[in-house]
């Protein structure tokens, strides 16, 4: 589902769905900028190939924490898993 700026002011006031901490400022014309943390975990192409969903992915995935004035750089073809800084809902 897409939602509008003012669909999303809607569906937050009457608790459709929830964002925290809100911040009005990042409200855009049909999303919300949600805040990547810092904590990631990137597919180790080195040791596998492909990710077969019916195998634990323990070991296929190497975790990275970067700090405050360290950039995160996904390289083509990578593909990494992140968290959010906000708390969002139904």
Known sequence: MILSD????????A???SIAP???TNIQPASYDLHLDRHFLVFDTQKNS???P???VDNMMRAIEITEDEPFVLH???FALAL?????GF
């Open 6 to 13: 003012r669909d999303i002011r809607r569906a937050l006031e």
């Open 15 to 17: 608790g459709d769905i």
């Open 22 to 24: 809100f911040d009005e």
């Open 50 to 52: 492909v990710i077969d």
């Open 54 to 56: 019916k195998k634990p």
């Open 76 to 78: 083509p073809g990578q």
């Open 84 to 88: 959010i800084l906000e708390k969002t």
